[in-house]
């Protein structure tokens, strides 16, 4: 059973990381994955019922990354909580390496999905939640999205179907740094009142600081409990959050840090 404190420190080990990782391969995003770190920590050490001994058990639940480019925290949580060792992290992004800078189940299986072509995951979800009902598996599926895909339609013709088909088996969970690619997504294409959209879809809505452990834990535990329909955490969440040059600045989406700017990130992280 891990502590507040421990999920904290697993959160700090990530995003240490994730630094080395993109500093490594010279390319790939570090902004949005510090941002999902405190999440990723509480979902791959206290959330998730997963065993990375046996990562295909049926009774797992399933966690789907629809922002495929923020992979670096999964793959973070997931060499920290044992599913391969830490050195492979090393590899992130080069040729033949199973931690692709988009995750494909083709090399990584245990990713569930294949993803980084925005706007699907929310899709791949509901089928996969319609699924378990149909087959009577009690299990939950995740999603994570992004606020940047709910510029796409995809998103809001899975919200409406989730709803349809009362998929309180479904607990989507949004990355909301009110960042995307191209700038501030208020900026680029006016995104709220996010939340209260979904929840006028019908969707069970929770809104939680991304950076506060005991939120993230309440928020989770509020979600497995609800009945009757689909729950959308929308986490508060900051980009490039734990490096003070790197918070909330567009242009740490998707630009490595130089070695320099790697060892003060590093710095800063350990201190
Ligand atoms: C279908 C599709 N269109 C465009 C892109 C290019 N793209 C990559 S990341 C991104 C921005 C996504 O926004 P968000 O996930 O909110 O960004 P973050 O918070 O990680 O900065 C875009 C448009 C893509 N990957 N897939």
């Known amino acids: 059973m891990q502590t507040l404190d421990d999920l904290k420190n697993k959160a700090k080990q990530i995003r240490i990381e994730i630094i080395k990782m993109v500093a490594e391969a010279k390319s790939g995003h570090p902004g949005g994955p510090l941002g999902l770190a405190d999440i990723f920590s509480a979902l791959y050490f206290h959330v998730l019922n997963h065993n990375p001994k046996d990562p295909f058990m049926e009774t797992r639940d399933r966690l789907v990354l629809s922002n495929g480019h923020v992979c670096?925290?999964?793959?973070?949580?997931?060499?920290?909580?044992?599913?391969?060792?830490?050195?492979?992290?090393?590899?992130?992004?080069?040729?033949?390496?199973?931690?692709?800078?988009?995750?494909?189940?083709?090399?990584?299986?245990?990713?569930?999905?294949?993803?980084?072509?925005?706007?699907?995951?929310?899709?791949?979800?509901?089928?996969?939640?319609?699924?378990?009902?149909?087959k009577n598996q009690f299990h939950k599926v995740y999603v994570c999205i992004s606020d940047g895909e709910c510029g796409e339609g995809m998103t809001w013709e899975a919200a409406q179907s989730a709803v349809h088909y009362k998929l309180d088996n479904l607990i989507a969970f949004m990355d909301r740094n009110f960042i995307q690619i191209d700038g501030f997504t208020e900026e680029v294409l006016k995104l709220e009142p996010l939340g209260e959209k979904f929840q006028k879809f019908g969707w069970n809505l929770i809104q939680a600081d991304g950076h506060n452990m005991e939120e993230i834990l309440d928020s989770f535990e509020k979600a497995k409990a609800h009945t009757g329909s689909p729950t959308l955490i929308v986490f508060r969440t900051i980009l490039g959050k734990g490096v003070s040059f790197m918070e909330n600045k567009p242009e740490w989406h998707g630009n490595p840090p130089n070695n320099e700017q790697a060892e003060k990130a590093l710095a800063e992280l350990n201190a």
């Open 72 to 134: 670096a925290v999964r793959y973070a949580a997931m060499a920290l909580s044992g599913y391969f060792p830490l050195e492979e992290l090393s590899t992130f992004r080069k040729l033949g390496s199973r931690l692709q800078g988009h995750p494909s189940t083709r090399y990584l299986p245990e990713a569930e999905t294949s993803s980084g072509s925005l706007g699907q995951g929310l899709s791949v979800a509901c089928g996969m939640a319609l699924g378990a009902k149909l």
